[in-house]
């Protein structure tokens, strides 16, 4: 018989134990699974696609701006020099001192460790100017981003890198420097400290003296290496190109000595002189006083940053008579071995006008006209030539216009109305003394060079244009448009060497060399009256008379004392720069001089 299980014995509990069977799932839900992940798949290839495809551009570009770092241009300027090469204007690498506090350590520091800013300040002080109480001060409780200076020099700076103190960043930047201080002050201007031109050829050059800079794109890997690709084509090329001047800093020094000298003996208020070569208008020396030093512009008064001597207009006076002759000369008005009355005065239209020592000379040909300086003798000679044919030549010779020349702010000379000229006497009659009409001084220099060369007019200039490395522009050729004869400037220019030999220009006789000039001692005109005492002294020479190549101006403003004239003021100053240039540009002495020295006697 059998027995039956017990309830607590385990077989019992195991036979108890039902299987449930699992349902099972139902399709629709499996479809709907899987219809969901594969437009997830869809969904996420098609985000893919659409990356890839329709954003590509967008995102690259992104990427480019992180991983590329633009540059922009310095902003260098070309070196500007004389006509030897001696550099006048040129941009040196000058350096900011920045200084972040929260960075500060000094060599063989720990990594972590700050030091305070006395302890910096005391390291940096024996390399500037700043002493260590001036540092700190500036430094203050800032963290970061402080300028402590600026216009470090490259040594300067070197010595502070060599420091190796973290936290002293050191920024570098173009700096202009004039090496020749105040000597082309007058005509090359210069920068201000952020570095935009206010005067002279850098601001009238402004375009030619700026290099051809681009800005730089680099790009960087993700561990910020250099990637040496995506640069553009020329971005690392830089011109060698120089501003080359036709001006000689050794004859312009010359210059600047003689006319400073006078100025000074004469208490004179400014002066300027000018040397033009006549056959192709290049000047070799425009020294003006007083000037500045651009290298330190802000110590001095904004009235000289501007050349007066082609900006400001004065009564040639008598260094205009050889002029009006050569224009009487060529409409024969007057001839060469003619005579003319001078009794002391004369008057034109009820106004006296008299010589300059109210002495008669009586009956005188023209090289005396000039010798004396003789205003009435000039007045007699002009009233053969028509006024209205007067003003034309006037008008011609340009002195109603303003010069055709590259020297910045250059003007228009001041000429009366031809119905005045031609309807008052007393004009035509005051401009044959060279009076009544203003021009600069450098219209004057060009308008003698009219005479030295022929009868040519060429346009007065003071650059030759940009050069390559160190190689020179040579000098340029014979140019000018043609107003006269040469017969008849061969004719004047030996009346103006008679006043060398003869009259007021014996001062600036040189044994060996024949040499024209004519002094001028006129009134100076403020806005149309003229000053009582106030006097403008003048003297133009022109050289060799017998192949005439320069001519040499000198006008002196209101020199002070009873003895000013033309000789004794200005005449000294051209007798020192002539002598210069016999020496720098080798001339030779005068062939017929020399020959008529060599003969026996």
Not at 559 to 575: F, H, I
């Amino acid at each position: 018989m059998g027995r039956s299980a017990k309830p607590n014995q385990p077989g019992a509990s195991r036979q108890r134990r039902r299987v449930v069977p699992l349902e099972p799932v139902p399709a629709g839900r499996m479809r709907s699974v899987f219809v969901l992940l594969c437009l997830g798949l869809v969904g996420l290839m098609g985000r893919m696609a659409w990356l890839q495809v329709f954003q590509a551009s967008e995102l690259e570009g992104r990427a480019r701006s992180v991983q590329t770092q633009r540059t922009k241009p310095l902003g260098t300027r070309r070196p500007i020099v004389d006509r030897t090469g001696r550099l006048v204007a040129l941009d040196e690498e000058r350096y900011r001192l920045w200084l972040h506090p929260r960075y500060f350590n000094l060599p063989g520091d720990a990594p972590t460790l700050i030091r305070p800013s006395a302890d910096v300040a005391a390291r940096l002080a024996p390399l500037l100017t700043l002493t260590e109480g001036e540092i700190l001060k500036r430094i203050g409780d800032r963290p970061s981003g402080i300028k402590l200076m600026e216009g470090l020099d490259p040594e300067t700076a070197s010595r502070i890198r060599s420091a190796g103190i973290s936290g002293v960043d050191l920024e570098s930047y173009p700096y202009r420097v004039y090496p020749q201080g105040d000597l082309f002050a007058n005509v090359v201007g210069f920068l201000n400290q952020d570095r935009e031109p206010q005067a002279g050829l850098e601001q009238s050059r402004h375009d030619e003296l700026q290099r051809h800079e681009q800005a730089r794109s680099l790009r960087r890997g993700a561990d910020g290496t250099p990637l040496p690709d995506n640069l553009d084509a020329g971005v690392f090329f830089g011109d060698d190109l120089r501003l080359q001047l036709t001006l000689d800093a050794r004859l312009q020094a010359v210059a600047a000595k003689a006319l400073s000298a006078q100025i000074k003996t004469w208490k004179a208020k400014k002066g300027v002189a000018i040397v033009m070569d006549v056959t192709n208008g290049e000047l070799l020396a425009l020294a003006s006083l007083p000037t500045y030093d651009p290298n330190s512009y802000w110590s001095f008064p904004a009235g000289r940053f501007r050349e007066w001597s082609v900006q400001d207009l004065y009564e040639p006076g008598s260094t205009f008579k050889p002029i009006n002759l050569a224009l009487a000369l060529q409409e024969n008005a007057i001839q060469t071995t003619g005579r003319v009355q001078d009794s002391g005065s004369v008057t034109i239209g009820g106004w006296p006008i008299n010589n300059h020592d109210r002495r008669a000379n009586g009956l005188i040909d023209f090289p005396t006209v000039l010798q004396v300086s003789s205003n009435v003798g000039m007045v007699q000679a002009m009233r053969n030539l028509p006024s209205s044919t007067y003003w034309d030549w006037l008008s011609r010779l340009g002195l109603d216009a303003r010069p055709d020349t590259d020297l910045p702010g250059a003007v228009a000379g001041q000429l009366k109305t031809k119905e005045q000229f031609t309807t008052q006497p007393i004009e035509p009659a005051t401009a044959s003394f060279g009076q009544g009409f203003s021009l600069t001084p450098l219209k004057l220099v060009q308008l003698h060079a009219l005479l030295a060369n022929g009868g040519r007019l060429v346009s007065p200039h003071i650059t030759r244009g940009l050069r390559a490395g160190d190689a020179l522009a040579p000098p340029g050729s014979r140019q000018g448009k043609p107003l006269l004869k040469p017969e008849v400037t061969r004719t004047v220019m030996s009346w103006m060497e008679s006043v060398v030999e003869k009259g007021s220009g014996k001062g600036v006789r040189t044994p060996g060399y024949r040499i024209g000039g004519k002094t001028g001692t006129a009134q100076k005109a403020l806005n149309g009256v003229y000053v009582p005492g106030a006097l403008i002294c003048s003297f133009v020479a022109t050289l060799p008379v017998d192949d005439p190549r320069y001519v040499v101006l000198v006008v002196v403003d209101e020199p002070q004392g009873d003895n000013a004239y033309g000789s004794t003021v200005a005449l000294p100053v051209a007798k020192s720069i002539i002598d210069g240039l016999l020496v720098i540009e080798k001339i030779p002495p005068s062939t017929a001089l020399t020959s008529a020295s060599e003969q026996p006697g």
